[in-house]
């Protein structure tokens, strides 16, 4: 399938046609969220090497689960983020960055030249407008999709905290990425 | 010439051809576009080098305590390899961190433990997190000083540890530079001029 195809594709179907045998999908997918991975862990770790080893990482694992995801969930987005928060919890609670995705699918390690930084950073740079956008979104928005999305926090859970229904949480979350969606579109 | 994201881009492709292959014969995706396939190839040929980026980082294992301290154990333990790595166990989160931190700094290991509070935001500059109590038994890590030296001027390894206002483990790790948030500031002293 010609990959201009492929860019037309939501991220949810790029995801099933991966695990339907189509790899130039998940080469889409990756070319589409490289950046915003690459500048949530480089904003968390503050080097530009731990960020694009864990995004590496991340991606692996998300290629591995592609089988598992089912549209109508949880946004590909949030559950691509998903997968990168808890690479970077392992990572962190053992000290080194996980490989076991990678090792799993026969990856090799990839070295890191200067002039990789320097690609990493400038696309983390760019991305970075989404966490800027983030904390621009209407309060409520902001919350939801930090609470959900970032700290992975159960609907029930979020709507204690925020004192307001599950639904109008879902409803904030749904919305609030939707907006930064736009926002993105816009700025680029 | 190719680059770390191509690269990676190209091995991801490979690998999703190999883990999927069984799967090729039925893409029933297709049925929601229209229009004839025709292949698509990466641009660049992947090239891959055989240094692991992290091979010579010492496997540590986070292994970590929170439980009940009883009186008579001490605050931390610190136990000093041949290889000058030391592993770090925090039995007392309150009274542990600040003379560990001396002497991690007089060990020269760039990493420093930080207390940290339910305030400290979830995103941005903090890596913070909550985690069950369930999942650490023990706090423990390994540092060593070639970790230490990996960090870019500037950047100080930090291990954060608290407890949320609902009594659950914060913790947080990763590498950090000024300008910190405002809920690690208090220790940014220690941080960027550890002691002797």
Redesign the interface.
């Known amino acids: 399938?010609?990959?201009e195809?492929?860019d037309?594709?939501s991220d949810e179907?790029l995801l099933?046609?991966?695990?339907?045998?189509?790899?130039?999908?998940?080469?889409v997918f990756?070319?589409r969220h490289?950046a915003l991975v690459l500048a949530l862990f480089r904003?968390?770790?503050?080097?530009a090497?731990?960020a694009?080893?864990l995004?590496?990482e991340t991606?692996?694992a998300a290629?591995?689960s592609?089988?598992r995801f089912r549209p109508g969930g949880p946004p590909a987005t949030s559950w691509l983020l998903g997968i990168a928060?808890n690479k970077?919890?392992e990572s962190?609670?053992?000290?080194?960055?996980e490989?076991t995705a990678r090792e799993r699918?026969?990856?090799?390690?990839?070295?890191?030249?200067d002039?990789?930084l320097e690609?990493?950073e400038q696309?983390a740079d760019e991305a970075s407008d989404a966490?800027v956008l983030?904390?621009q979104l209407p309060p409520a928005q902001r919350d939801a999709v930090?609470?959900r999305v970032?700290?992975e926090r159960e609907y029930r859970e979020l709507a204690q905290r925020l004192s307001c229904s599950e639904q109008l949480v879902r409803q904030n979350v749904s919305r609030g990425l939707r907006r930064l969606r736009n926002g993105l579109k816009e700025a680029q | 010439m190719t680059?770390?994201?191509d690269?990676?881009?190209d091995?991801?492709?490979?690998?999703?051809?190999?883990?999927?292959?069984?799967?090729?014969?039925?893409?029933?995706?297709?049925a929601?576009?229209s229009?004839a396939?025709?292949p698509?190839t990466?641009g660049r040929p992947a090239a891959?080098?055989?240094?692991?980026?992290?091979?010579a980082?010492?496997?540590?294992?986070?292994v970590?305590w929170l439980g009940a301290t009883a009186t008579t154990q001490p605050a931390y333990a610190l136990v000093q390899h041949p290889d000058g790595s030391v592993t770090v166990t925090v039995h007392n989160l309150r009274t542990a961190l600040t003379p560990l931190n001396a002497r991690l700094a007089a060990l020269g290991i760039k990493e420093r433990m930080i207390p940290i509070s339910d305030d400290c935001p979830?995103?941005?500059?903090a890596?913070v997190?909550?985690?069950k109590r369930s999942q650490?038994p023990q706090l423990r890590?390994?540092?060593t000083r070639r970790?230490s030296q990996?960090?870019?001027h500037g950047?100080w390894g930090y291990v954060g540890l608290g407890r949320s206002d609902s009594g659950q483990l914060l913790?947080?790790?990763?590498?950090?530079?000024p300008p910190l948030p405002p809920c690690f500031s208090s220790t940014l002293g220690q941080m960027a001029t550890p002691t002797p």
């Open positions: 399938m010609a990959v195809r492929l037309r594709l179907d099933v046609a991966t695990a339907e045998g189509s790899p130039d999908a998940f080469g990756y070319e490289i904003q968390r770790t503050g080097s090497e731990l694009g080893d995004a590496g991606f692996a290629l591995l592609c089988r928060q970077l919890r962190a609670r053992r000290h080194r960055v490989t699918l026969g990856i090799p390690p990839l070295e890191f030249r002039e990789d690609r990493i696309l966490l983030l904390d930090r609470g970032i700290d | 680059d770390y994201i690269d990676l881009r091995a991801l492709r490979d690998a999703a051809a190999r883990e999927y292959s069984a799967a090729r014969a039925s893409r029933r995706w297709r929601r576009l229009g396939d025709r698509f990466w891959f080098a055989g240094i692991a980026l992290l091979a980082v010492a496997v540590v294992t986070a970590l979830r995103s941005n500059l890596f997190y909550t985690v650490f890590w390994t540092f970790q990996k960090y870019p950047v913790l947080a790790q990763g590498g950090m530079k």
